[in-house]
């Protein structure tokens, strides 16, 4: 057979549907976020001041002189970080939740894994943002690829780890799904 009498491999179907699940979020998730949510300052300021807090918070057990001023951490009186919307771990989640709705399983797993997920982004972002500030203030050396990379990939392996966990044990052949 010659290349222009061979069939075309088709799509899987669940693969298409997962196509299509994907991209309707997508489309949804952008025009609420960028029409409706940004313009209000919602979520964005909420994970702002969540993620500032607890930075604040936790560099107030190891550390004396920590102020959170708006979303700059202040160590000793000079600011050594500043949290803003790009980095507040608000991008990440959406992602995370976005994939985890397109798969299939029951409304309780992914919410278990929404749920738990998010905190744990969070909850690192957090630590992200606490070792930046310290590193900062410290002035080490490798602060810069620290914040632009190594803490990044940490962050973002945590949420692939989360799909794959969550994917193990799932029937990708579920018609109801």
């Not at 920590?66 to 000793?76: P, T």
């Not at 992602?95 to 399983?105: E, H, S, T, V």
């Not at 992914?110 to 606490?130: A, D, E």
Request: aromatic share 12%; with cysteine.
């Amino acid at each position: 057979m010659n290349n222009a009498t061979m069939p075309k491999p088709a799509i899987p179907a669940n693969v298409k549907k997962l196509l299509i699940r994907g991209s309707i979020l997508f489309v949804a998730w952008t025009l609420l976020y960028h029409l409706v949510m940004k313009p209000m300052g919602i979520p964005d300021n909420i994970f702002t001041e969540t993620v500032a807090s607890g930075t604040e918070k936790f560099l107030l057990l190891f550390m004396d002189d920590i102020q959170k001023l708006g979303s700059s951490i202040y160590v000793n009186g000079t600011r050594s970080v500043n949290i803003a919307s790009q980095c507040n771990g608000m991008e990440l989640i959406a992602l995370y939740i976005g994939i985890l709705l397109c798969l299939p399983g029951s409304v309780k797993r992914k919410l278990t894994f929404i749920l738990l997920g998010s905190i744990g982004i969070t909850l690192l972002n957090i630590l992200r943002c606490s070792a930046l500030a310290y590193m900062y203030h410290q002035d080490v050396p490798l602060t810069d690829f620290a914040h632009h990379y190594a803490f990044k990939l940490i962050v973002y392996l945590f949420a692939f780890g989360g799909w794959v966990l969550y994917s193990r044990n799932i029937k990708f052949n579920e018609a109801n799904q």
